[in-house]
C-alpha cells in the first residue's frame, strides 16, 4: 500500500490533517452563520485535548454549532440538558441492579461520548457541576471505586447563559479553570440574521443536519495525526517567557483580585501551538500568543467589585496587559 495516498489517519499525514480540519468551517457553515471564531476555538480545544466554554444569551445557535460539528467530525455526540434537579449519576451513570443476575451492573451516563454538549451548565447546582470535574480533568469516570476511561477523542462543551440571568449558579472557580477556552458567542449581524431567516424560509430544519447538507469531512483519525503534528511544534525561549509575562502581569493587576494559575499559562501555551498549526506554520510567533490570549485568559481571572462596579471587565484587563507586556523581537 502507497502510504502518500492512504488515510491521514494511517499515514499520520499532518497536511493532510490540516486540510480537512480547515474543511470544518466550510461544512459547519451548511448549519451555522457567521460563528468562524467558535468553529476554530472549538477545533483548538479538540488538538490541545481541552474544553469549552460557550458563553451567549439564547438563540444563538450554541447548541446546533457544536452538533454541526460532530457530525462534520463523525464522532458521536450527546446532550445533557442542565436543570437545577440533575443529579450527578445523571451525568457519569450509576450501578443498577439486575434481578436475572442478582447483581449490580454499570449503567452509562451520556459523558461516555466524544461530544459532550453540558446545555446551560449554569442553571445546574456546583454539586452536579462537578460531577464533571473527574471526567474533564482525568478523561475517566469513578463509580463504586471503579475507574472508568472515557472514549478518545473527549471533549466537553458547555453552554452558559450570562451570570446575571435569574436562577443561575456561577460555576466554581475549580471548574472554570478546567476549561481550555470560553467563547463568548454575540449576536449575528444584520445580514447574517437576514441569511439565518431565508434558510429558515426556505425550509432549513436545525434537527436535520443531513438534510441541511453537512458531511463528515474529517474524522478522529485526522486529529491524532494533527495532534501529533501539533505537538511537534517549536516554542522558542522568548515565547515562553512572553507567555509567562503575560500570566503574572494578570497577578499583579490593581484590577483583579485573582490573576491566571500556571494551569492557564499551560493552557495558553498550548492553544497558541495549536493555532500556530492550523495556520500553516510549525513554530510559534507572538501573534498566536495574542490571538489565544483572551479566551484562553479570561475566565480564569477574577475582578474587583470595585473594578466591575466602574465598567471593567476581564477582556478589557487582558488587552490592556498584552498592550503592555514587552513582545518578544
Not at 438563540?59 to 452538533?67: E, F, I, Q, W
Not at 525561549?237 to 499559562?265: K, M
Request: with cysteine; glycine share 6%.
Amino acid at each position: 500500500m502507497d502510504p502518500t495516498t492512504d488515510n491521514a489517519g494511517l499515514t499520520g499525514d499532518p497536511d493532510r490533517a490540516r486540510a480537512a480540519l480547515e474543511a470544518l468551517r466550510a461544512e459547519i457553515a451548511k448549519a451555522v452563520v457567521g460563528q468562524d471564531p467558535a468553529v476554530t476555538g472549538l477545533v483548538v480545544a479538540l488538538l490541545c485535548r481541552g474544553h469549552v466554554l460557550l458563553e451567549g444569551v439564547p438563540g444563538v445557535a450554541k447548541t446546533l454549532l457544536v452538533r454541526a460539528l460532530a457530525a462534520a467530525l463523525e464522532l458521536d455526540t450527546k446532550r445533557v440538558q442542565f436543570t437545577p434537579d440533575l443529579m450527578p449519576s445523571d451525568v457519569t451513570g450509576s450501578l443498577v441492579y439486575d434481578a436475572r443476575t442478582a447483581e449490580f451492573s454499570f449503567q452509562p451516563g451520556p459523558v461516555f461520548t466524544h461530544l459532550l454538549l453540558a446545555d446551560e451548565i449554569n442553571r445546574t447546582p456546583p454539586k452536579t457541576q462537578s460531577s464533571l470535574l473527574e471526567a474533564m480533568e482525568e478523561r475517566q469516570v469513578t463509580v463504586d471505586g471503579t475507574p472508568r476511561p472515557l472514549p478518545d477523542p473527549f471533549l466537553v462543551a458547555a453552554t452558559q447563559n450570562p451570570v446575571e440571568y435569574e436562577g443561575t449558579y456561577p460555576l466554581p472557580e475549580a471548574q472554570l479553570d478546567r476549561f481550555l477556552l470560553k467563547l463568548t458567542i454575540p449576536l449575528p449581524s444584520r445580514q447574517e440574521e437576514i441569511d439565518v431567516l431565508t434558510r429558515h424560509a426556505e425550509g432549513f430544519n436545525p434537527r436535520d443536519l443531513h438534510a441541511a447538507g453537512v458531511r463528515p469531512v474529517a474524522t478522529a483519525a485526522d486529529l491524532d495525526a494533527a495532534r501529533a503534528a501539533v505537538a511537534k511544534t517549536t516554542v522558542s525561549p522568548d515565547i515562553t517567557a512572553y507567555v509567562v509575562d503575560i500570566c503574572r502581569a494578570t497577578r499583579e493587576s490593581p484590577s483583579l483580585t485573582l490573576g491566571v494559575s500556571p494551569r492557564g499559562a499551560t493552557a495558553l501555551l498550548s492553544a497558541s501551538r495549536a493555532w500556530a498549526w492550523l495556520t500553516g506554520r510549525d513554530y510559534v510567533i507572538p501573534d498566536d500568543v495574542k490571538a489565544l490570549a483572551l479566551p484562553t485568559l479570561r475566565h480564569r481571572v477574577q475582578l474587583r467589585p470595585e473594578a466591575e462596579m466602574e465598567g471593567v471587565t476581564a477582556d478589557s484587563v487582558i488587552s490592556a496587559i498584552l498592550t503592555h507586556v514587552p513582545v518578544p523581537r
